[in-house]
């Protein structure tokens, strides 16, 4: 029925007073609002806290140098324990006009942009690296000069370095510069030492020096078969082409190593191993190169005369420890051992070591539900004994007296309370004398000293900050280097998040994680909750559990009127094998029933917790499950920021998904990988998400989530998308990101108006 014109105009009038109304009672978040969540951003917060102890060093002379945070930046010191004094490691005055002529630019004396820390020559010749680039300064003139590129790896005596050339292994001379060819036949795809793995490609060659710096361990690595990747970078004019090898889930060909020795005795030839070729797999990483051209699972005996090596299958469920006689190449195996999921060595980092001094073999394994070390027989392969056992975890061997046979390692899970807290303990090759190191409650990071006499013991939890003492080999605190001030991070009305415990999915095991409350926090008003997610398996949402100033832009959220929480579900590493495997073969499921569970838990106890408005982020394996839950829980997940994710991991990398999925296998239609990808749940969609993808993500390639952008549209779903054109993996920090990220919450889930185009200084 069609109004009298008088009633048509006086129902506008009333519908515009009504709007106007409601436009005037919606919640508006300030400038200042945001410019206080600013100031809780890593780039604002580090710099508050004063006196924590950094980039500790043993030296070969027994003495400790490391980096001391000062007011006004870091300040060099050297600990000598034969006399228990503390001086200034060098006048950093002086090295930072050298390091300025050098480097063509300004360096400040308080902010060194050094690492790799090393004094030789009874301490008058420091050694260091400036981003890849190794120099050495004679402390004397303070001359600093070029030592090596950051492309080369250096020996262990410091005189050669090698480095790839055209797809070659090359030594150069580090005292003269002069450059010896080691490799000749090396060719595209087909080359030494070549660090390319997928998503991590590096010109640093992958190597490992024996201890005498007269032989090294590669490989070379058969990329022919493996198909490639591209990527388009955006520009002005015809678009570059980005092609690579990278290999997915179901491939026929993966990334193959043949493992070779190049002898630099008494000429320098190469020597191949007997043996075919290796799968690329390690039993700690992604990858068999770890950071600097590390060799991974590849161990030299003490004499340079005995290569050890494992050998892991492409499920990884397989994992064989092999020597070779470098001088002949042949082989032999040692031990093997079988999964039914996936294998791993430690806590990233490779705890099998061999003696052959001693003829044994230290051995890690999880087949007891947890992670412990065993003594083998190296030349019978045969096991002697457990060295460790019990429901608690060994995480990583830091040193072995060989002399003694006593290991010392890193542990968690044994003791009450929080079992991701990390502690130090020593135990002999007879399992006898185990022994508890660091006795503080907290989480401990050790600095091991190279005749393993001493160590660093900087320890903390996520309320308390880090002290950071000297132990001798017994436990016993020898010196107490520094203990962290907090004052001025205080005075800005930084508090610590709160830790808490709920139960699992199954209501009886106990999870651990994070909250995250505005610092104007009323306890009678209701805050939307959001959920970070990072859900493993190889890690878990909260990360670690020393203490940290900030955690990510995690309270900066809280600041914008948000309860944040993070917790680390089943399926999630540090705890035990079962509890990692919980839904091994099930990606998606992603511990999305115990985020849910958490949720629901902490709402009940604690009244200012919003149940019904609840949303979720994650960035890369986050987004992946960020998504998934605005899918598979459509009425709980109301808002969700996805950024980068694997929407469907047979868009991945094969060493990822395959290790935690299984090989791929082909039913019909359907495929055992159904169960993780988010596109064939598009039709799920209820509330909103927003979708962020770098456009040159050589990680996660942007198909995955144009998969599930052309599943969206096809299910006539409605979303929000941002495309951050040549952008790599690592966005999370990008400026114009983090403002979005904070808006969509704000508008979404908030339902709060942010200020226009706020410019966040990330730092």
């Known amino acids: 029925m069609k109004l009298p014109g008088k009633y048509s105009f006086f129902v506008s009038i009333i519908l515009f007073l009504i709007t106007s109304t409601c436009l005037a009672q919606q919640k508006k978040l300030t400038r200042q609002d945001y410019k206080r969540a600013e100031h809780f951003l890593p780039a604002y917060t580090d710099s508050m806290v004063h006196h924590t102890v950094s980039n500790a060093t043993w030296l070969e002379d027994g003495k400790l140098i490391y980096s001391d945070a000062a007011a006004g930046g870091n300040v060099f010191k050297i600990y000598d324990p034969s006399t228990g004094q503390i001086k200034d490691a060098f006048n950093q005055k002086k090295l930072s006009e050298s390091l300025s002529k050098v480097l063509n630019r300004h360096v400040d004396p308080m902010h060194l942009p050094i690492r790799e820390l090393g004094l030789t020559n009874n301490g008058h010749t420091l050694y260091f690296s400036v981003g890849r680039t190794k120099y050495r300064c004679n402390l004397n003139t303070y001359d600093c000069e070029y030592r090596a590129a950051g492309n080369d790896v250096l020996s262990p005596d410091g005189t050669k370095a090698v480095f790839i050339r055209d797809y070659n292994l090359w030594m150069r001379n580090v005292k003269t510069g002069k450059l010896t060819q080691l490799t000749f036949n090396g060719k595209k795809n087909y080359g030494y030492g070549t660090n390319n793995g997928g998503w991590i490609t590096s010109d640093i060659p992958v190597v490992r020096w024996s201890p005498n710096s007269e032989r090294i361990a590669t490989f070379r690595q058969d990329a022919r078969l493996v198909k490639n990747m591209y990527l388009v970078q955006t520009k002005i004019g015809h678009p570059k082409l980005m092609k690579w090898k990278y290999s997915l889930p179901g491939d026929s060909a993966i990334f193959k190593i043949e493992r070779v020795v190049i002898d630099l005795k008494p000429h320098p030839h190469v020597v191949h191993l007997k043996m075919k070729a290796d799968a690329q797999r390690s039993t700690i990483s992604d990858d068999i190169a770890g950071r600097g051209g590390e060799f991974l699972d590849t161990e030299w005996g003490p004499n340079s005369d005995k290569l050890a090596f494992a050998s892991v299958s492409r499920n990884l469920q397989s994992v064989t420890l092999r020597m070779a006689d470098p001088q002949t190449g042949d082989v032999h195996k040692i031990l093997n051992e079988k999964v039914k999921t996936f294998f791993e060595s430690g806590a990233n980092k490779v705890n099998w070591h061999v003696l052959p001094e001693s003829n044994e073999a230290i051995w890690y394994s999880q087949r007891s539900n947890w992670g412990h070390l065993y003594l083998y027989n190296l030349k019978t392969g045969k096991l002697e004994h457990p060295i460790t056992k019990g429901d608690w975890n060994v995480l990583q061997v830091r040193y072995i007296d060989r002399k003694n046979h006593k290991i010392y390692f890193t542990g968690s899970c044994r003791h009450e309370g929080n079992p991701y807290y990390h502690y130090f303990y020593s135990v002999d090759f007879s399992g006898k004398h185990l022994k508890l190191l660091t006795p503080k409650t907290a989480d401990h990071e050790i600095t091991v000293s190279k005749d393993g006499k001493y160590f660093v013991d900087t320890y903390s939890t996520p309320i308390t900050p880090p002290v950071s003492v000297v132990r001798n080999n017994n436990g016993r605190k020898i010196k107490t280097l520094d203990k962290a001030n907090i004052a001025e991070l205080k005075a800005t009305g930084w508090k610590p998040p709160t830790p808490f415990t709920v139960k699992a999915r199954d209501g009886k095991t106990n999870l651990y994680g994070m909250m995250f409350k505005p610092t104007n926090f009323n306890p009678n008003k209701s805050y939307p909750v959001l959920v970070y997610i990072y859900p493993g398996p190889q890690t878990g949402s909260v990360g670690g559990w020393s203490f940290s100033a900030a955690r990510m832009d995690k309270q900066s959220m809280a600041e914008l009127g948000f309860i944040v929480v993070e917790e680390n579900a089943l399926g999630?590493?540090?705890?035990?094998?079962?509890?990692?495997?919980?839904?091994?073969?099930?990606?998606?499921?992603?511990?999305?029933?115990?985020?849910?569970?958490?949720?629901?838990?902490?709402?009940?106890?604690?009244?200012?917790?919003?149940?019904?408005?609840?949303?979720?982020?994650g960035h890369s394996g986050g987004g992946f499950a960020t998504t998934r839950a605005m899918l598979t829980y459509p009425n709980f997940f109301k808002v969700g920021v996805s950024e980068a994710g694997n929407e469907d991991n047979r868009d991945y990398e094969a060493d990822w998904g395959e290790k935690y999925e299984g090989l791929l296998k082909t039913y019909g239609d359907s495929t055992n990988y159904d169960n993780q990808a988010n596109e064939l749940l598009a039709h799920n969609l209820k509330g909103k998400l927003l979708l962020a993808k770098g456009t040159m993500d050589n990680n996660v390639p942007p198909y995955c989530t144009y998969l599930m952008v052309d599943s969206l549209e096809a299910a006539n779903k409605d979303f929000d998308l941002?495309?951050?054109?040549?952008?790599?993996?690592?966005?999370?920090?990008?400026?114009?990101?983090?403002?979005?990220?904070?808006?969509?919450?704000?508008?979404?889930?908030?339902?709060?108006?942010?200020?226009?185009?706020?410019?966040?200084?990330?730092?």
């Open 572 to 617: 999630t590493p540090g705890r035990s094998k079962s509890f990692q495997d919980y839904w091994y073969g099930d990606m998606g499921d992603n511990g999305l029933p115990d985020q849910v569970a958490m949720v629901k838990q902490l709402s009940k106890k604690y009244s200012w917790m919003n149940q019904n408005e609840v949303g979720i982020w």
């Open 722 to 763: 941002i495309i951050l054109p040549n952008r790599h993996h690592g966005f999370y920090f990008d400026p114009y990101m983090v403002r979005r990220r904070w808006n969509y919450f704000v508008r979404n889930l908030e339902h709060a108006v942010p200020p226009e185009e706020f410019d966040i200084k990330v730092h």
